[in-house]
């Protein structure tokens, strides 16, 4: 998890300059009837962005020395860096599922404007697609997942493994128990998250969805999409012991 986890402490020092999360994850799935479809995951960056826009328009002096003591010194241009490293890491997996029997069209998503990154692909099937998520667990994450998506024609299930969000807290876990001297970044790293989300939105444009069994599931476009919106370091989800896994009966 060495990657992913130094993917994240990139985040922090991007988001000590912002003083804000304002980071969502998308994953997007479209399964057509006959099991074929389109995958897609996006970093939305952009609220960052915008607030270190704002603070290039910031006078020097506002930004040091304020009421609560801490002086700040604000590199727009490393913070941008830092930001397009972090995004190109994840969006680079092209090269990665080339190759892979049943996908087609595959894009990397790589707009350093207005900070959105990540990738995309068609797939013939979904041992196609859990081919593609097997890769890019171990790659991006340095995770042994076999599985994420099953399909049936009457069912879509969506397992609990390939957790983005839980992925998160462990390279946070493992970073902590690495250096005892990091527990103050680490308080910092899961503030700068709280408000993080991580939405899976799933489109059935050949079924309806008669039920899901996620408690967070929400139908629009007739009952043909389904939303599931979380939030990873959400103390109310917490609670509730969300996750990412559903089973969706079709009509």
Avoid: W
Wanted: net charge negative.
């Amino acid at each position: 998890m060495k990657n992913f986890k130094n993917l994240f402490l990139l985040a922090l020092a991007v988001g000590s300059m912002s003083l804000t999360s304002c980071l969502h994850i998308l994953e997007e799935v479209t399964v057509k009837k006959d099991g074929s479809g389109t995958y897609k995951m996006t970093l939305d960056m952009s609220e960052i962005k915008s607030m270190m826009e704002m603070f290039k328009g910031m006078a020097p002096d506002s930004l040091s020395g304020d009421s609560t003591g801490v002086d700040m010194e604000i590199d727009s241009d490393s913070g941008d860096n830092g930001m397009s490293e972090m995004g190109q890491q994840l969006s680079g997996v092209a090269s990665s599922l080339k190759g892979i029997s049943g996908l087609n069209n595959v894009k990397e998503i790589n707009d350093t404007t207005s900070f959105n990154f990540g990738y995309s692909f068609e797939f013939a099937n979904v041992d196609a697609l859990n081919k593609a998520m097997k890769v890019i667990n171990k790659e991006k994450y340095d995770s042994k997942v076999d599985e994420v998506f099953k399909f049936n024609g009457k069912s879509f299930e969506r397992l609990a493994t390939g957790d983005l969000g839980e992925e998160i807290k462990k390279a946070l876990a493992e970073n902590e128990g690495e250096d005892a001297d990091a527990e103050g970044g680490m308080e910092m790293m899961k503030n700068f998250f709280t408000d993080m989300t991580y939405k899976q939105v799933y489109h059935f444009p050949d079924r309806e969805v008669k039920k899901s069994s996620n408690s967070l599931s929400e139908l629009s476009d007739n009952g043909h999409t389904l939303t599931i919106t979380l939030k990873p370091f959400d103390e109310e989800q917490q609670k509730q012991k969300v996750n990412v896994g559903t089973v969706v009966k079709l009509k």
